[in-house]
């Protein structure tokens, strides 16, 4: 079974359009997050939730929504899709929200935006 | 300047060759230090973690944290083809949720 496992894998879709990606994981963790990784392999954080909680939320369009309906799953919802929204997205999680929680990350999920 | 500076490569370098890879960072902050490891086309993988500086060995890797100069690096002994991948450092400090900040990342082929 894969840990954290997030869909669809690879998404391309024209600019304006709304599009949102899921996440699951099965760890039991209490936190997740939601990655960014550039063309040039440039991995930084936008969001992270605790039990359902926003906890970090870094200078993000507000475009981009999350949502944790639960602390096991963690959607990214991106309105009006923008030629630099293409990325590899990453979803991941860890035990707990504390500095030097081991954190698992998913597959990814491969945006671009024509 | 980025907080976290990583030399992209490519590196390539022989099958049995000693590889080392390096990270510089700014904050004093950090207290956290892992090394991932990315295949194409797949997510980050845990490699190695430390807390603070030392040394730790797992295997074939070595990871060492010298904090008075902010400096880290991984060392693969015995490279293999299979270590071929982008290999990410990231620190994360104390307080403010365990938020990640990495390194560009340094691309690793080794060749038979």
């Known amino acids: 079974d894969t840990a954290v496992s997030q869909t669809p894998k690879y998404l391309v879709t024209q600019m304006g359009n709304d599009k949102s990606i899921k996440c699951e994981q099965n760890l039991g963790h209490d936190t997740m997050y939601w990655y960014k990784q550039d063309s040039k392999k440039f991995l930084k954080i936008m969001f992270s939730?605790?039990?359902?909680?926003?906890?970090i939320n870094e200078t993000v369009p507000n475009r981009f929504s999350p949502k944790s309906p639960d602390k096991a799953h963690l959607n990214l919802h991106i309105n009006s899709l923008e030629l630099g929204d293409s990325a590899v997205y990453f979803c991941?999680?860890?035990?707990?929200?504390?500095?030097?929680?081991?954190?698992?990350f998913g597959e990814g999920s491969w945006l671009t935006v024509v | 300047q980025k907080e976290v500076e990583q030399d992209p490569g490519p590196l390539s370098v022989p099958e049995g060759a000693i590889v080392s890879l390096n990270c510089t960072y700014s904050n004093s902050a950090f207290q956290y230090f892992m090394w991932y490891r990315q295949y194409s086309r797949k997510g980050p993988e845990l490699l190695m973690y430390t807390y603070s500086s030392g040394n730790k060995e797992d295997g074939r890797f070595t990871a060492q944290v010298d904090k008075s100069s902010k400096y880290i690096s991984l060392f693969i002994r015995d490279s293999q083809p299979s270590d071929s991948a982008t290999y990410l450092c990231a620190m994360a400090g104390t307080g403010g949720g365990n938020k990640l900040t990495f390194g560009t990342g340094t691309q690793l082929k080794v060749e038979l």
């Open positions: 991941a999680s860890s035990r707990q929200a504390d500095s030097g929680n081991t954190i698992y």
């Open positions: 939730y605790n039990n359902k909680e926003l906890i």
